[in-house]
């Protein structure tokens, strides 16, 4: 059988952060072989896959993941040997039962998705069809709006900011294409506003600028500048999403903005700041503007401006079922951050997002801080149409490889390829 799996090896590689991660490679029985690489994040949810790494301080940042390899190439290869690729339900079943925690703690998450990823990439080999067409999913033709991340703060970068992400999303633009030109744009014309300030323009983990700015609220102003500069409409041809990342900056003393100079806030000053926001500058998109045991923030959030922006749940939900349907009960969101990582498998990643879907909520599909080059995300948001994608800013190499990426799976589509202004009322 041309399809079965002979053999599974892995390697251990460095992610964009210098941090041990690994690259898993799958042999089919007829020869060919295929990659996968696994990202890292920074900002973790509590309830996220356990990621196994060594705790060895010698290697590296001591942080090696040699054990998590260890069971790629034992327990994994052994447990999967002569399984077809052709069913991803049935080996993420099986890679499930190999761990047999609920947390993926014992094999690792880290070691499951990287053979999970590489199963879907031979599936695709097999079948002789490009990736994001081999997931079995009908008409992937929907290329995503990209959300870039150009101002970095939070625990992903040394600024002044306390929310990590400030997002410029191309609203306005009318294809792919178009859409990644323009953030490419806006992007330089912001190196040219910090720069004219005399701001640092060293850029964070996600390639975004991380200069020490007065306050959160200036983040805004001069993106709205760069916006300007480059010659687009704030609100109409480029719209900005933001990603607080609230756990980061939550104690139990409340939210404390003090890093930007605001202080300390309760959940329902943090809440007014967001209207007040809201009100100010071109904002489409919240996500965790709470801490992930906020449900509360997240409720409250939702009813009071889900109406006319998209409430996006990350460490909240952690792109797995339970903690959706969840969020989907008691209306605590009404989109999902997707991240294969945080879940596991494929298969997992695949029932969140078909689950937010049935709910009529959106989905954000997301790369990590910590990430390689495998574009496996650009393909994997075309094949289920999820319609939005954050990969960073549109610098450095790890996040150009996604979306330069979906450039490719543009040309390839042709006149069939289909793009959308996801907020579009
Ligand atoms: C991409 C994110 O960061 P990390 O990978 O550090 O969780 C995020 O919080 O959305
Ligand atoms: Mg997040």
Redesign the pocket.
């Known amino acids: 059988m041309k399809s079965a799996i002979a053999q599974l090896s892995a390697l251990e590689i460095l992610d964009s952060r210098s941090n041990p991660t690994l690259m898993v490679t799958l042999t089919l029985a007829d020869g060919r072989s295929v990659c996968a690489a696994v990202?890292?994040?920074?900002?973790?949810g509590q309830h996220e896959a356990v990621e196994l790494r060594d705790g060895d301080p010698a290697r590296y940042c001591g942080k090696g993941v040699r054990r998590a390899i260890e069971h790629v190439e034992g327990d994994i290869a052994a447990g999967l040997a002569g399984r077809s690729v052709e069913d991803q339900a049935a080996i993420d079943r099986r890679l499930i039962e190999l761990d047999g925690t609920a947390n993926k703690a014992r094999l690792g998450g880290n070691a499951i998705l990287g053979v999970s990823m590489a199963v879907a990439r031979a599936r695709a080999l097999v079948e002789g069809k490009p990736l994001y067409a081999a997931f079995g999913k009908s008409d992937p033709t929907l290329l995503p709006m990209p959300c870039f991340n150009v101002l970095n703060g939070g625990?992903?970068a040394d600024s002044s900011l306390d929310f990590?992400?400030f997002m410029l999303v191309p609203v306005g633009a009318p294809t792919y294409r178009e859409a990644l030109r323009m953030g490419a744009q806006t992007y330089a014309a912001l190196r040219g506003v910090l720069h004219a300030r005399g701001l640092s323009t060293a850029v964070g983990?996600?390639g975004g600028f991380a200069p020490r700015l007065q306050s959160n609220e200036d983040a805004c102003d001069t993106l709205v500048s760069a916006i300007e500069q480059a010659g687009f409409r704030p609100g109409v041809d480029i719209a900005i999403a933001l990603?607080p990342?609230a756990s980061s900056f939550h104690t139990p003393a409340g939210y404390d903005l003090s890093r930007s100079g605001t202080g300390m806030v309760d959940r329902a000053q943090l809440l007014d700041l967001y209207e007040d926001w809201i009100g100010r500058w071109p904002i489409v998109s919240i996500?965790?503007g709470f801490d992930e045991n906020d449900w509360q923030g997240f409720v409250d959030q939702t009813a009071a401006q889900g109406g006319r922006i998209q409430i996006v749940g990350?460490?909240l939900l952690v792109t797995n079922t339970r903690f959706i349907a969840k969020a989907i009960a008691c209306k605590a969101a009404n989109a999902a951050?997707i991240?294969l990582n945080q879940i596991g498998t494929v298969t997992e990643t695949i029932e969140a997002v078909d689950l937010c879907r049935r709910a009529g909520w959106r989905q954000m599909v997301?790369?990590?801080?910590?990430e390689t080059t495998d574009p496996f995300i650009a393909d994997f948001v075309v094949a289920m149409g999820c319609g939005q994608l954050?990969s960073g800013a549109p610098c450095r190499g790890e996040r150009l490889a996604k979306y330069n990426r979906l450039l490719e799976i543009e040309v390839q589509l042709g006149t069939r390829a289909r793009f959308a202004n996801p907020f579009a009322a």
């Open positions: 990202p890292s994040g920074a900002s973790t625990k992903h990590q992400e983990d996600e990603d990342a996500e965790d990350d460490d951050l991240k997301s790369h990590r801080s910590g954050k």
